[in-house]
C-alpha cells in the first residue's frame, strides 16, 4: 500500500515563509513526476509546482520566484520551500506522485492547510 504523508503546513504571517515536506512509502519500484497542488473551498485544485525524476521543475506564474521544489528520490520524498507568503497562498496544499508499483500511478497526500494573515 503506497501513502504520500505531508507535514509543514500552518498560519504565518504574510512575507513569512514555510517549508512542505511529502514522503512516500510502501512498496514503491520508482516515482516519476512529484508535485504539489493547491486548493482552496469553492475552487478547482490547482497545480503550484511540479518536479520531474530528473529535476527538471515547473511553476505556477502566481508562485514563481517565491516558491521552490524540490526532492529527495533517497528518501522519496519533495519539498516546497515557500517565500515571500501572501493571503491568497492561504489553502489546502496536496502531494501528488507518480508511483509505479506493479502499474504507474498517481497518489495524492491527505492535504496540509496553510494559512497566511495579512
Known amino acids: 500500500q503506497v501513502q504520500l504523508v505531508e507535514s509543514g503546513g500552518g498560519l504565518v504571517q504574510a512575507g513569512g515563509s514555510l517549508r512542505l515536506s511529502c514522503a512516500a512509502s510502501?512498496?514503491?519500484?520508482?516515482?516519476?513526476?512529484m508535485a504539489w497542488y493547491r486548493q482552496v473551498p469553492g475552487n478547482q485544485r490547482e497545480l503550484v509546482a511540479q518536479?520531474?525524476?530528473?529535476?527538471?521543475?515547473n511553476y505556477a506564474g502566481s508562485v514563481k520566484g517565491r516558491f521552490t521544489i524540490s526532492r529527495d528520490n533517497n528518501k522519496k520524498s519533495v519539498y516546497l520551500q515557500m517565500n515571500s507568503l501572501k493571503p491568497e497562498d492561504t489553502a489546502v496544499y496536496y502531494c501528488?506522485?507518480?508511483?509505479?508499483?506493479?502499474?504507474?500511478?498517481?497518489?495524492w497526500g491527505q492535504g496540509t492547510q496553510v494559512t497566511v494573515s495579512s
Open positions: 518536479i520531474t525524476s530528473g529535476g527538471r521543475t
Open positions: 510502501g512498496s514503491i519500484a520508482s516515482i516519476n513526476a
Open positions: 501528488n506522485a507518480d508511483i509505479a508499483t506493479s502499474r504507474l500511478k498517481a497518489y
